[in-house]
């Protein structure tokens, strides 16, 4: 089964940055490049809501609130899908999830957690 790890979440003031990575560990590049990955955010007590997603493809796609914001992209050589995150608001506090569909399967990770304070 895929394994994938989210990491470089942490605590963050108002209007900083942060780069999240999902990670495939023991993936090959063929099994790599087949995933659509997606970031989810959840916030405690709500519903767990797509924040940006990329296709095996390199088509891309935000949430309103994020756009402009937010950057997701992949590098296939050290086969990582990564979440820039700039301009950050209190309000994008919460558990960062990494989500990958492949081959019909969905595959989520554990989360991390990012705090944005004001």
């Known amino acids: 089964q895929l394994r994938l790890v989210e990491s470089g979440g942490g605590p963050v003031q108002a209007g900083g940055s942060l780069r999240l990575s999902c990670t495939f560990p023991g993936a090959i590049l063929s099994t790599f490049t087949s995933i659509d990955a997606t970031w989810y955010h959840q916030a405690p007590g709500k519903e767990r809501e797509l924040v940006a997603a990329?296709?095996?493809?390199?088509?891309?796609n935000y949430a309103d609130s994020v756009k402009g914001r937010f950057t997701i992209s992949k590098d296939n050589r050290k086969r990582a899908v990564y979440l820039q995150m700039n301009s950050l608001r209190p309000e994008d506090t919460g558990v960062y999830y990494c989500?990958?569909?492949?081959?019909?399967?969905?595959?989520w990770g554990q989360g991390t957690q990012v705090t944005v304070s004001s």
């Open positions: 989500r990958a569909d492949l081959w019909g399967q969905t595959h």
């Open positions: 990329i296709t095996s493809g390199r088509n891309t």
